[in-house]
């Protein structure tokens, strides 16, 4: 369907101007009365509505932020490691038990930074935990005698050296 345009003709804007209309295949032709509204009522758009024109490149969108790991969670996986392996040397299981303790704070403060939003590294604190709270009850039952195997009068590299030995001796 055609649209309706104005008369060149007319030399006001609340003139009345005929317009010829084109006919449909079903009618036949006619003229059509279309008015203007009046100057007065339409209103400039202010600057505030105004929509600036962007010259140049398009903006960027806004980057993503990636999340990062927690270095306290981090840090504590790393010192309940360590705390185990402290504690299942045997004479160093009392600085095993301080290094563990060590690592069980700092995972639980890295648990808790975790929950803040773009940080990462609750399986770091979890495993910290775990592996620290593993360290400590090895570690004292280790220096309270309750492990034969595990103590700090034992030498657990040595022993497993003998064993191994005496296992492997004909096989290689």
């Known amino acids: 369907m055609r649209m309706p345009t104005f008369s060149r003709t007319a030399t006001s804007d609340t003139e009345t101007a005929r317009v010829p209309v084109r006919p449909r295949r079903d009618e036949d032709a006619t003229t059509q009365t279309i008015t203007k509204p009046p100057a007065s009522t339409v209103t400039p758009p202010t600057e505030a509505e105004r929509k600036p024109v962007v010259v140049g490149r398009p903006a ?48 639980l403060l890295g648990l808790s930074a975790t929950r803040k939003q773009h940080v990462a590294g ?37 022993d497993l050296r003998e064993w191994l030995d005496a296992q492997f001796a004909n096989r290689f």
């Open 60 to 107: 960027a969108p806004a980057p993503v932020r990636r999340p990062r790991a927690s270095g306290l969670a981090t840090f504590g996986l790393i010192a309940g490691v360590a705390g185990l392996a402290l504690v299942l040397s045997g004479p160093l299981a009392g600085w095993g038990l301080g290094v563990a303790g060590l690592g069980l704070l700092l995972s």
């Open 122 to 158: 609750k399986a770091d604190a979890l495993i910290g935990i775990v592996v620290a709270l593993g360290a400590i009850v090895l570690g004292v039952l280790a220096l309270n005698g309750q492990l034969s195997w595990l103590g700090t009068d034992t030498q657990p590299p040595s």
